[in-house]
């Protein structure tokens, strides 16, 4: 029997037979339905064909029913196949069912099956996450999420980096800061409403009066962002005097180093008591803002002689470093001389005015009448006069300061310096005070100093000041002797590098301030600083011109100091070499 006869034969006698057409056309094992379930589409099929198989037997049909009955066979193929493709979407979908989980986020769990085509291994328990935003206003908040996400991450990057730039820049900028105020100072400098110099501020800083401590002004708290930060501190080092010294000459000088910050004025904290009962936090806000690593430092040069702040600059910062600046006894009490008898003169013209109408002669009146009101200027001018008459003792026991003095507690042989009370110059009167101030301007040096019989006047204060030993001793009683560097004043004038770097040292800072920041000015005669920007000179107060002092008096005196002087060096450990007549 033909190999297409015997096909159609088998064919033929398993028309009833659902499991043996599974043999011969590899049907699935799901095709178990009875054929009167089947659609009519598949009976139709079945008849069609049945029909030939049982009324054609001749040999030369065989070939055309053969071919007849493979397109039967095809079709029904076909169709079984179409039958097992909907059986396996059938079977997906309610795997599908069985895997979805409902969420409001249109989260998804899927066959596996779902992703790639179906293979041996896949497991209908086998499920996979899928995760869509299918809903369109979702996908609109998704967008402005991711959006404003992305321009707060660029705001951030972009704000940082200019900060980070400026900051950088600051250092380098503060020279030119300090020029609208620096070499002024003292006096000159901008002012923040608390009383704080702003000459330091990184340009991009701007002065928060009421906030102790700067931050990048960006929209996240500061704690979260790490740039550089400003804040005020209070001093790692102090330039303790000595007065007359060099002491602006030192902070200034050093402040070109970029590790320096300064503090603009005197703050007189820990030697006067108003200021000191303030306390620390007041002290602080006094200071300068500064980066970390670097070092404030403050300078008040009557901190040396004040007998009270050792222990009291102790208990603030035990290991505090202290500058001490002195300068040859005798040209340093000149000095201290020539500046009271400045300050005096200035004094007396306004004082004049307002307290002595029309007695010009009338120096010290007989009645303390009352006066007429000072103007504010007039105020401040008397106040500090009178202020220097207390610390001064200026007419050195025979005048008007003299007086006054002797009825307050007094120091060693060479008498403390005693901070003026608030109330005494409240209560003085203004007339006392020219009085005062014009004895002060018409006595010379020598007067003061040398009384009529040669002796040295000893309790005069330019002179006691400048018994270096005295005060130093106190310090020394406090603080360790390598906690304090003493700077030679005269050397510093005249070759300001070499001392600058003995202090860079001290300090634990790098060698930075170098000759390139100097240059000589003739006219002056002093060494001025040199900026990126321009060149400045301190003010004219600072390198007066001394009057004349007679030469017997000049080598009296340096006699008389050269004991005191000997037992400095011993203190320090160093001869510095002063001249001893
Ligand atoms: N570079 C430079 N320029 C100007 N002046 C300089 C300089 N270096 C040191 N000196 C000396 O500083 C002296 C003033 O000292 P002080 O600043 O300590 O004075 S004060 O106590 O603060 O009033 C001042 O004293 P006098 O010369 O008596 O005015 C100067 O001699």
Sequence with gaps: MPAAKRRAAGSSSSSGNSSSANATYEQPPLQHHADHEQPPEYQQLLQHQHHPHNSHHSSHHSSHLSSHHSNHTQQLQQYHQRQQFQQQATHQQATLRDCSVKLPLDILWLPKSAMRPVGPETSHTDCILVVGVSRPKLAVVFLTVMLISLFLTFHVLYDSAVYNIQAAQAVHERHRLSMLGGMKNGDGRSRMPDGSSTNHLPVFVKPVPSSSQLSHP????????????????????????????????LLEMLYLHPRIQKAGGEVHFFDRDENYLKGLEWYRKKMPHSFRGQITIEKSPSYFVSPEVPERVRAMNASIKLLLIVREPVTRAISDYTQLRSHAATAILPLAESSAPGSGSDIQPKTAAPSPPLSPSKELLYKKLHAERAYDNALGGSGAGAKEMATKPRGRRAGMPMAMPVTAVATTTPTSAYASAAQMASKSFEELAIFPNGTVNEAYRPLSISMYHVHLHRWLEVFPREQLLVVNGDRLIEDPVSQLKRIEAFLGIEHRVKSEHFYFNETKGFYCLRYDNGDRCLRETKGRKHPHVDPIVVSRLRKFFAEYNQRFYELVGEDLGWPEE
């Design 218 to 249: 960006m929209v996240f708290p500061s704690s979260r962002v790490h740039f550089p930060k400003t804040s005020r501190r209070l001093p790692q080092a102090l330039i303790i005097g000595v007065r007359k010294c060099g002491t602006r000459a």
